[in-house]
């Protein structure tokens, strides 16, 4: 199998997640889109490590994967205190901040 | 889709193990910090409630004065070299901005630190209850939570590794560990919980967005160069012998991740929520420390990696810059409370900062890191007179109640108004040397973008004086509310960082030399 | 390589087939049979399964807690692997590294035990 499908792949995975982080408005499916993206991106690295030759790339995928589990809790301790006092996890409800 | 090789599988797994050297000496500063931050958890989980501010105060006191001083011995030494393998530079503007980020994490953390303005402090403390809630009433009373201290010493030391990072993976997770303490510092405001807690969500969900394409693009470029050191995409984009297309895709998403930190438009949308939003002892530091830490990353980054690929980058950051200087400076003209005015101040701010960063040369380099110095001093004394000017529902940040502040507070006022001269530009205040240092560097290339960016610098600085010069106007010359706010008595932290605020915009104005001389031999990377 | 290469592998397959049907049957030739409530439950960890609440339900908190922590310690185990398989090329040098990646985990551990991350109620 051609490594270079893989890149199309991160890539529409990439764009996928983004353009959900962009439409979708449930604070907990925004994150799984940013999610995506991040995985996407670790995809993209170990194709080219492969493609390289070098082990690099896989390396950096789990200091990617550590990292976005630390996101994963931060982000959802702060959804999750908004949640419990608003009973809402929608983006569009979070509005007490503007102008 | 051709021109890959790709090796065999045997290929790939013939490491060779060299482990890589590690210069102590020249890391301690991160190391205290991290280290002292470990501690400071510790102390959390182990000391008895009643003394734990103050352990957690002189813990992260001397933890920041300990790496202020391995900064200084380092600068002395004068070592320029890279370690840990190439993962880190150790060269001039690495120990500068680590110099400038211990002494305004200082600065910073007197107003986090102070209890005299509030009982309990400016922090909630248990996040974690529900607002409105009967044990949300009950924890009002309650000493604010002392995790700040730890949260603000592991965002300073990936801050200090941020501005050291020579490679995209060592400047990924510096960012990170600077970014995942100030979403939760934005979350703990002890008044108006909601409202932090909603700044902390769009904080966060935009920051993590803007890391996503930080770390896709960091995957393009290591499939363009084989390598993420700066270094070694320097060289690759040299010899070029694939695609460019990677190249420049690779640094477009690298550059997104960075742009949202230093808050340049089309990327700000988060900053004024933010600011309003965080708890105001935080917002200074985010305001000061953070701009100093992604503009030392995002110098790197173009000086270092993509110095070759200059002419191709600059009419699109050149654009960013103008777009950034202009909204900033526009929207801080409309605002009615004072943080959001500082907010789009700091956007614009963070414009002419990329005017000098354009200039691709020596002299834009050193007066990139003098500017970021003195706005640093200045926002968090600004920041710090905000905490002061108080009604019964904690800060009274709406304008209209600033009105008439001048008679009631003469001292508080005359020193905002200070400030207030120091952001428009006027002379004998830093913000008058910087910008001139930031201008005068981009007008000494005479090419037509640095010359163009000054052009709209200079005519968005005017538009900015005008909302600085409101508030002074305001302030002295109108009729107080009918029901204005008490301006609290500053304890001694506050009080102190005031002072250093102050002093350092006042000298930074009047003496300017000694730290640009300073800047001036700081400016060269190493590769 | 050779088929007696997976010969330690198909003992140990015989071996844990033996002992779980020697354990299976012991248990059920000699253990008591005393049932009650509790025991005839489907065996779930976690809130109960039936009577299916409207809408899917919501879970308490305390899941999310709990599941947070986990992907935290969780997550550490991936530099374990490679440092694992490296050991002797990476030698001391390797071994304090780990020691002090393991211990600041521990601190945070210590933190959660301390402010009562690990209790249920």
């Known amino acids: 199998m051609e490594p270079g499908y893989y890149v199309v792949l991160a890539a529409v995975l990439f764009t996928i997640g983004a353009v959900g982080v962009l439409i979708r408005r449930n604070a907990i499916v925004l994150f799984m889109c940013i999610e995506l993206m991040l995985n996407a991106g670790n995809l993209a690295l170990v194709t080219f490590s492969r493609i390289n030759g070098t082990l690099d790339g896989q390396i950096m995928a789990f200091f990617v994967m550590v990292v976005a589990a630390a996101e994963v809790v931060i982000g959802l301790a702060i959804i999750m205190s908004i949640f419990r006092t608003r009973r809402s996890a929608s983006v569009d409800d979070a509005n007490l901040l503007k102008y | 889709m051709n021109g890959f090789t790709i090796a065999t599988p045997a290929q790939v797994l013939a490491i060779d193990v060299r482990l890589p050297d590690l210069d102590y000496a020249a890391m301690a500063p991160m190391l205290v910090l991290f280290g002292a931050a470990c501690l400071g958890v510790l102390v959390d989980a182990f000391a008895p409630r009643q003394s734990r501010h103050t352990i957690q105060f002189a813990l992260s006191f001397i933890a920041l004065t300990v790496a202020l001083l391995a900064v200084i011995r380092e600068a002395r030494v004068g070592s320029r070299e890279l370690t840990a393998d190439v993962a880190l530079a150790i060269d001039g503007p690495t120990l500068f901005l680590q110099g400038t980020l211990a002494v305004l994490g200082i600065v910073a953390l007197l107003l986090v630190g102070e209890r005299a303005l509030e009982k309990g402090g400016p922090f909630v403390s248990q996040a974690a209850i529900p607002v409105g809630s009967e044990a949300d009433r009950r924890q009002a009373r309650e000493e604010g939570a002392t995790e700040v201290f730890p949260l603000t010493l592991f965002a300073l030391s990936g801050m200090m590794l941020f501005v050291a990072a020579n490679d995209l993976l060592t400047m990924f997770v510096a960012l990170e560990v600077f970014s995942l303490p100030l979403y939760l510092l934005c979350a703990l405001a002890r008044r108006r919980r909601l409202v932090s807690q909603e700044a902390a969500l769009k904080y966060f969900l935009l920051g993590a967005f803007a890391s996503a394409f930080f770390i896709f693009g960091m995957a393009l470029l290591y499939g363009f160069a084989g390598t993420v050191s700066f270094g070694g995409i320097h060289d690759a984009a040299l010899l070029a012998t694939t695609s460019p297309l990677l190249l420049f895709t690779g640094l477009a998403m690298v550059a997104v991740g960075l742009l949202f930190k230093i808050a340049a438009v089309p990327f700000h949308v988060w900053t004024p929520d933010v600011y309003q939003g965080a708890p105001t002892s935080v917002t200074a530091f985010m305001a000061a420390c953070t701009k100093v830490a992604a503009f030392g990353g995002l110098l790197r980054v173009l000086y270092v990696a993509f110095d070759r690929a200059r002419w191709d980058i600059e009419p699109v950051i050149g654009t960013i810059a103008i777009l950034t200087m202009l909204v900033g400076a526009i929207l801080a003209v409309t605002q009615t409370d004072i943080k959001r005015l500082l907010a789009y101040s700091s956007i614009a701010n963070a414009g002419y900062l990329l005017v000098g960063a354009l200039a691709f040369s020596k002299e834009g380099l050193s007066s990139a890191m003098f500017y970021l110095a003195a706005y640093g001093f200045t926002v968090i004394a600004a920041f710090a007179v905000i905490t002061l000017v108080r009604d019964d529902d904690g800060e009274a940040t709406h304008l209209s109640r600033w009105a008439g502040l001048g008679r009631e507070a003469p001292l508080v006022a005359g020193v905002f108004t200070f400030l207030m001269l120091a952001f428009a530009g006027i002379p004998l205040t830093s913000g008058f040397t910087s910008k001139f240092a930031v201008f005068g560097a981009a007008l000494g290339v005479g090419e037509a973008w640095p010359v163009a960016l000054v052009i709209v610098g200079v005519v968005t600085s005017m538009i900015l004086a005008f909302p600085y010069l409101r508030v002074v106007v305001m302030m002295w010359l109108s009729e107080p509310a009918e029901q204005s706010p008490t301006v609290a008595i500053p304890g001694a932290f506050t009080s102190a960082a005031l002072m250093v605020g102050v002093l350092a915009t006042l000298l930074l104005g009047v003496f300017p030399s000694p730290v640009l001389d300073l800047a001036d031999r700081a400016a060269e990377f190493i590769r | ?121």
């Open chain 3, 1 to 121: 390589m050779s088929l007696s290469a997976y010969v330690p592998i198909l003992a140990l397959f015989a071996l844990a087939t033996a002992f779980t049907l020697f354990s299976v049957g012991i248990s059920q030739i000699v253990g008591p049979k005393r049932y009650n409530r509790a025991k005839l439950e489907a065996y779930e960890c976690g809130i109960e399964p039936s009577p299916e609440p409207v809408g899917g339900g919501r879970f308490p908190v305390k899941f999310y807690l709990t599941a947070m922590l986990f992907i935290i310690f969780d997550i550490e185990i991936i530099f374990l692997y490679p440092w694992a398989v490296t050991f002797a090329d990476l030698g001391l040098f390797g071994f304090v590294e780990m020691l002090l990646f393991i211990g600041t985990v521990f601190i945070a551990y210590a933190y959660v035990w301390r402010r009562g991350g690990l209790d249920w109620d």
